[in-house]
């Protein structure tokens, strides 16, 4: 159990759906984080929230949404999805240091398997 | 662009073999984490080194920081099939909250 929880762990949906998956983390960070892991390919940062602000955004498809409604709640919101969106979509957060401050560390939830039919 | 490398790719042991995997980057980091993600769950954090050449142990791992910052190594003893997972390094800056991840090395140890 590392603070940071993800729901749902499973998720099937085609191509026209609406749906979305939500991160809660109960560590006291003031930064979360959603990024997405395919196979065989290294983790790829989607968005970061910093005091629940979106400060980066990598070029991600419009049909993925975050939302970070506080500090502690991360949501995506996924519509019409494509089967190359299949993957694991893995939530994190860290407690974002000020210059001269301590390191960071990021702490991540369980992931949601997602399958795009 | 800061970017992490990797080494090896994959690994196949025999339990009790001891083994060493190494991340390089030719950026300098404030602080690298280890983490080993199991299949279909999230990574979890092994360590943070934050000093140029430290070492810290965690029971049978050890993992080295470099002088430089730039590059990390971990060190398995006597491998347990228990290890078996993906062993990821991620470099942080000392501001903001950016991360960068290395590709992985893939660990199998066999009983």
């Known amino acids: 159990e590392t603070g940071v929880t993800q729901t749902p762990r499973h998720l099937v949906m085609g191509m026209t759906n609406k749906k979305s998956l939500k991160c809660e983390q109960h560590?006291?960070?003031?930064?979360m984080y959603w990024y997405k892991q395919s196979a065989k390919k290294p983790l790829e940062l989607m968005f970061v929230y910093s005091l629940e602000e979106r400060v980066e955004n990598n070029s991600v498809p419009s049909r993925f949404s975050p939302e970070c409604p506080n500090s502690s709640h991360l949501f995506l919101h996924l519509h019409t999805l494509q089967p190359e969106d299949s993957a694991l979509y893995l939530c994190?957060?860290?407690?974002?240091?000020?210059?001269?401050?301590?390191?960071?560390?990021?702490?991540f939830g369980p992931g949601t398997r997602l399958t795009v039919l | 662009t800061q970017l992490l490398e990797q080494s090896p790719q994959f690994l196949s042991i025999q339990e009790g073999e001891n083994l060493t995997v190494y991340c390089n980057s030719s950026s300098v980091f404030s602080s690298l984490q280890w983490y080993r993600q199991e299949p279909g769950e999230g990574p979890v954090l092994l360590v943070t080194?934050?000093?140029?050449?430290e070492v810290k142990k965690l029971k049978r791992l050890t993992f080295q920081f470099g002088d430089a910052r730039k590059d990390s190594s971990l060190h398995i003893t006597a491998a347990q099939p228990g290890d078996t997972g993906l062993y990821l390094c991620a470099g942080a800056s000392n501001y903001g909250q950016n991360f960068v991840f290395g590709p992985g090395t893939r660990l199998s140890v066999l009983p």
């Open positions: 560590l006291g960070h003031n930064a």
């Open positions: 994190a957060s860290s407690q974002a240091k000020l210059a001269g401050g301590t390191y960071n560390e990021q702490f």
């Open positions: 080194v934050v000093t140029g050449g």
